[in-house]
C-alpha cells in the first residue's frame, strides 16, 4: 500500500471520499509524518515550511475525534490573525464537507461582541480564532471549553511573537487537563519547546522540509 495514501490511515469512507474530492491525491509530507501520530492521539509538535497542508493535518485529526452528538466545543484552534483564523476555518468547514452536522465558528477581534455571542450561544463543535478575543469570551462566561477533546495552536511561532503567550495560557488553563494538544510551527524557537513543556504531554517532534 501506497505509504501516503490517505486510505492508508484508518479514516472513516465519507472522510476519504471528501479528501478525494477536494483533489487530495494523497498526503503531503508533513501530513504523511503527523496525521499517524496525530490519529493515535499523541501531542504532536510538527514544524513545516507554509504552504505544506498543515490546516489538514490537525483538521482531519480534530474532526476524526469529534462527538458528533454533543453540541459543545470540543475542538479549539488558536492563531495569531483574523485572516488566517478565516483561512483555517474555511479548510475546516471544506474537510468537515462530508458530515452537515459539524458547526464551526471563528471567532476574531476587531468585530463587533454581539453577533459573535448570539453564535456562541447557538452551540459550536469547533472554535477556530484568535487569543485576545477568545479570552474576552472565556471570561463572559460564553465560551465553555470544558468539554475540550483538542487543542490546536497554528502558527505557535507567530502567536509567541505577537505576544499571545499570557493569554494562550489563560485559555489553555480552561481547558480539560485529558486533551490533545497539537502545536504547528514553521520555525522552532526555544520558545515553542518552552510552550510545549508548559501545554503538552510527551508531546512527539515531527519536522519536515520539503512541502509536497
Ligand atoms: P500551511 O498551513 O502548512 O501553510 P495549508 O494548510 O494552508 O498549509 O495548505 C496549503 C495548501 O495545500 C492549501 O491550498 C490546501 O488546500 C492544500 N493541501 C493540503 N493538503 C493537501 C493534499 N494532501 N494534497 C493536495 N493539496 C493539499
Ligand atoms: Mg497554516
Redesign the pocket.
Known sequence: MNPKAFSSLHLKSPMLKN?AS???????P??AHSLPLILAGKDVIAR?????????AFGIGLLTRLDGLSFRVQALVLCPTRELAD?VGK?LRRLARFTDNIKILTICGGVPFGPQLGSLEHGAHVVVGTPGRLLDHLRRGSLDLSSLRTLVL?EADRMLDMGFQDDISALVAATPSKRQTLL?SATYPETIAAMSAAVQREAVEVSVDEVH
Do not use: N, P, R, V
Open positions: 479528501l477536494l483533489g487530495y491525491a494523497e498526503m503531503t508533513i501530513q513545516a515550511k507554509t504552504g505544506s497542508g498543515k490546516t489538514a483561512q479548510e497554528d504547528f
